[in-house]
């Protein structure tokens, strides 16, 4: 079923619910056989024959299904905040980013194409940088949904710790490959061996004792058995034979979004199989546009990209929402069915869900016993807003409660200045600016503007605020 929807370029929900509806119940991985494939097949157009795909229409559009190209395998780091997830990527990209992090902590997705010596040939590797702090959990997972291989990195002098514990989680449910690496082993007085207790302790042990795991002592300052491990990845990268069909057209998955003031929605993507030109429609969520530039890891433009690429593309009218599938569209006709498939489907977003929905502007307004805070959420990324309304939620509010009545991407605006003032709202701004003229108005109608670079500091100023407001207890 996965196979058929990446080869008729429709979500594989279309086409469990449509043999639903025809009496068939089949899930996403399993293999049907030639008479129901050719259903689903005719349904959207499509003739199957042998092992090719023909659009009725043109022939000559013949798609091998068999002989896909090598795809670089992407690879994400897990680890708990600290343990050297940005170093290690730094060090194996050889340049200085931690330096640039504002606050010293990842925030938001990016992906990084590497490539490695690996005996004769010189191998392509993708690898994600996700955020380790809490609140990105949900960009983690994104990573991690999209990611072939994991890195599971521990730092040698702290063991494993709640962020690695939930990595290890995900990655045995999901049953990722994944190369444990003992990270700042460069360190002195260190005893590896609890490291290696701790591991065991869920069934995590290295080949050379008899385990299924691949466990290697590495350190990122140093460099020490970087290039192992980038062998290792390579080797095991080969023994999934990851492939793509470069010439079909891409889906992929949403990393990230943003709005940027000059060139638009920006969606940074990770391409799954397929290529993406400039001027190919591309559908997402309920958003759908040709695509007017591509921009690689380095920021360079290109016309072109293939499978396991990480990129920002503009050309969607609005932000896609991140997290979820995109794909390249032949016609108008065809997006235009799959973003009412999609709209049925994804009726409301992940962020929609986790705001606060009982309260409305006119409840606002209601004397209830809990103090309120009101709140409006601007921030850089799509990321970012899950980011905060995770953390938010993870506050204990049954003294004061917040009340997030709009978290949306983009600078702070008139619209934003309105609803701050009929709802009586705090405006919080991550990552964001705020027009000279804005600010002018916001400081006449005296409201609350505060703006944040780092997570840490907004969810510090929210509880400070909300312990103020507290009744003191006697
Ligand atoms: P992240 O939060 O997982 O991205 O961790 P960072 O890469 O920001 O590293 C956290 C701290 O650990 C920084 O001060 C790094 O210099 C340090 N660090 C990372 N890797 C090593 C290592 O291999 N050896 C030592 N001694 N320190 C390391």
Not at 209 to 222: F, H, K, Q, R, V
Not at 452 to 463: C, T
Request: neutral net charge; aromatic residues 6%; glycine residues 6%.
């Amino acid at each position: 079923i996965e196979q058929l929807a990446y080869k008729l370029n429709v979500p594989e929900a279309a086409i469990i619910t449509w043999l639903f509806l025809q009496g068939v119940s089949v899930t996403i991985n399993q293999v049907v056989d030639i008479s129901i494939a050719s259903q689903v097949a005719s349904h959207y157009d499509f003739t199957i024959l042998d092992s090719s795909i023909h659009t009725k229409e043109n022939h000559k559009n013949k798609i091998d299904i068999i002989n896909g190209q090598k795809r670089a395998p992407i690879v994400v780091i897990f680890g708990h905040v600290d343990h050297g997830k940005t170093t290690l990527l730094d060090s194996i990209r050889k340049t200085n980013t931690v330096s640039h992090e504002v606050g010293g902590i990842t925030q938001s997705i990016i992906g990084y194409e590497v490539e490695h010596q690996y005996f004769a040939t010189k191998e392509q590797l993708v690898f994600l940088d996700t955020p380790g702090h809490q609140a990105f959990s949900s960009m983690r997972l994104r990573g991690a949904q999209v990611s072939d291989v994991a890195i599971l990195l521990v730092a040698a002098d702290d063991g494993l710790k709640k962020q690695t514990i939930e990595a290890i989680d995900y990655i045995m449910n999901n049953q990722i490959p994944y190369i444990v690496a003992i990270n700042k082993t460069d360190k002195l007085d260190l005893n590896l061996s609890i490291v290696r207790e701790q591991l065991a302790n869920y069934n995590i042990v290295d080949q050379n004792m008899y385990g299924n795991s691949n466990i290697i002592e590495i350190s990122a300052l140093t460099g020490k058995n970087i290039d192992l491990l980038l062998n290792q990845i390579c080797e095991l990268s080969n023994k999934l034979s990851l492939k793509s069909d470069n010439n079909s057209l891409a889906q992929g998955t949403i990393l990230e979004s943003y709005l940027d003031k000059q060139m638009g929605a920006v969606a940074n993507i990770v391409i799954k199989n397929g290529a993406l030109k400039v001027g190919h429609t591309i559908v997402s969520g309920n958003t759908y546009g040709r695509i007017k530039a591509i921009m690689d890891h380095t920021g360079s433009k290109i016309n072109y990209a293939i499978a396991s690429s990480v990129v920002n593309i503009y050309g969607f009218p609005s932000i896609p929402e991140a997290g979820l599938h995109f794909q390249v569209i032949k016609s108008e006709k065809n997006s235009k069915y799959l973003i009412n498939k999609y709209i049925h489907k994804h009726t409301e977003s992940n962020i929609n869900k986790s705001l606060n929905k009982r309260i409305t502007l006119d409840s606002c307004s209601n004397k209830s016993r809990l103090k309120q805070v009101n709140l409006i959420i601007k921030a850089d990324t799509q990321g970012s807003i899950e980011a905060i309304i995770n953390s938010l939620a993870q506050i204990p509010q049954d003294k004061v409660q917040l009340n997030i009545l709009s978290a949306t991407s983009g600078c702070i605006c008139h619209k934003d200045i309105d609803l701050a003032t009929t709802s009586k709202s705090a405006i919080i701004g991550f990552n964001t600016n705020i027009e000279t003229t804005i600010s002018k108005l916001a400081k006449k109608l005296d409201l609350n503007i505060q703006k944040f670079e780092v997570i840490y500091d907004l969810l510090e100023y929210l509880q400070d605020y909300m312990l103020n407001l507290m009744d003191i207890e006697y």
